[in-house]
Structures are given as C-alpha cells and as structure tokens.
C-alpha cells in the first residue's frame, strides 16, 4: 500500500470519527443541560413544603389547592428518575400552574401577603422559577444542537447506525399559551 492509499482511506475514517465525537459530545451537553433544569426543579420541590406550611395556616378555604400541589410535588419527585421526558415535563407544567394559583391567592390575605416570611419565600420562588427557565432554555440549545448533528449529513447515517434519536424540547403546556385574563385576578 501506497502513502496515498492509506490517507484515501484514512481521512474518511478520521473525518466519521470528528463527526461521531461531535455527536455523542453534544448529546452529553444536552443531558448536562437537562440535569441543570433538574436542580433547579429540586430546589423548587424543596421550597413548597415551606411555602405550603406558611400558606396553610391563613388559607383554610384553599385547602384543595394546597392538597394538590402536595400531590403533584409527590407526583414530580416520584418521576424524576422514572418518567420519560415528555411526561415529567407535563408534570412540572401542571405544579408551575396550581403554585402560580397559591400565589395569586396569596393576594386575598392581607395579613399573609404582608407576612416577612411569605415575602421571602416568594421572593426565593420567584428567583427558583427565574432558574428553572434559564435552564430550560439552556436545555433546548444544547438539544437543538443535538438535533441538528444527528439529522444532518453525515451525522444522520451516524445516528441511525448508532440507534439515537432525538431529545424532546421542553414546550409550554397548552393552557399556558392562552392569553391571560385579567379580570379573573381583579374579581375578589
């Protein structure tokens, strides 16, 4: 074998090998991404039990919501490590909504709303969500960029022989892109 055959040959390897490492490094990336989104959903996990506690001792008619939101926390702890993406996604969607309604009902108790350590805990919450989306946008790059490199040439025969496929987007649940009615807030 010549030098020239032996570099015909060998380019096409080193150029499948970039590739493939270009691959797997981005789909890391993008579990690294989603493991970022779930800390910032441990720590919001972590924070409703004492959201809850302070709420449940003014807000005896919101009983239901506050049971729900238990329910749901014990729902989102319990798929963390089993539910596939999409669902857990779903799930941390319905707890952002029902703690989103805890909040709003917050307004309805003066002496709740004014409470040191209901504002700090709104203030922790609302900064814990602030996270959360900053790493759910974090999430869809590092997934975007994944994307792209298992659906683009070569990549694509790459990925098929490898069986990858690709990661899920985390999107806004339906309810939540409907505009928002204010009146629904103004009425007490």
Do not use: C
């Given at each position: 074998?010549?030098?020239?055959?032996?570099?015909?040959?060998?380019?096409?390897?080193?150029?499948?090998?970039?590739?493939?490492?270009?691959?797997?490094?981005?789909?890391?990336?993008?579990?690294?991404?989603?493991?970022?989104?779930?800390?910032?959903?441990?720590?919001?996990?972590?924070?409703?039990?004492?959201?809850?506690?302070?709420?449940?001792?003014?807000?005896?008619?919101?009983?239901?919501?506050?049971?729900?939101?238990?329910?749901?926390?014990?729902?989102?702890?319990?798929?963390?490590?089993?539910?596939?993406?999409?669902?857990?996604?779903?799930?941390?969607?319905?707890?952002?909504?029902?703690?989103?309604?805890?909040?709003?009902?917050?307004?309805?108790?003066?002496?709740?709303?004014?409470?040191?350590?209901?504002l700090?805990?709104?203030?922790?919450?609302?900064?814990?969500?602030e996270?959360?989306?900053?790493?759910?946008?974090?999430?869809?790059?590092?997934?975007?960029?994944?994307?792209?490199?298992?659906q683009?040439?070569?990549?694509?025969?790459?990925?098929?022989?490898?069986?990858?496929?690709?990661?899920?987007?985390?999107?806004?649940?339906?309810?939540?892109?409907?505009?928002?009615?204010?009146d629904?807030?103004?009425?007490?």
């Open positions: 074998m010549t030098w020239t055959t032996i570099a015909m040959l060998a380019i096409p390897l080193v150029l499948l090998y970039v590739w493939y490492a270009s691959i797997i490094s981005r789909r890391n990336a993008a579990q690294e991404a989603f493991s970022g989104i779930d800390v910032q959903l441990k720590k919001r996990t972590d924070l409703i039990p004492n959201i809850l506690k302070i709420a449940a001792s003014f807000m005896q008619h919101e009983k239901t919501l506050l049971e729900d939101i238990t329910r749901l926390r014990t729902e989102v702890l319990k798929a963390s490590g089993q539910a596939a993406q999409s669902e857990r996604f779903a799930l941390e969607a319905d707890l952002s909504q029902k703690m989103g309604s805890l909040l709003v009902a917050v307004e309805n108790y003066p002496e709740l709303k004014s409470q040191q350590n209901m700090e805990a709104q203030r922790v919450y609302a900064d814990v969500e996270h959360i989306s900053a790493a759910r946008r974090s999430y869809n790059a590092a997934g975007k960029s994944y994307r792209d490199a298992i683009i040439f070569p990549g694509n025969l790459i990925a098929a022989m490898l069986g990858l496929s690709p990661m899920p987007f985390f999107e806004v649940v339906e309810a939540d892109r409907k505009p928002v009615d204010a629904s807030f103004l009425k007490s």
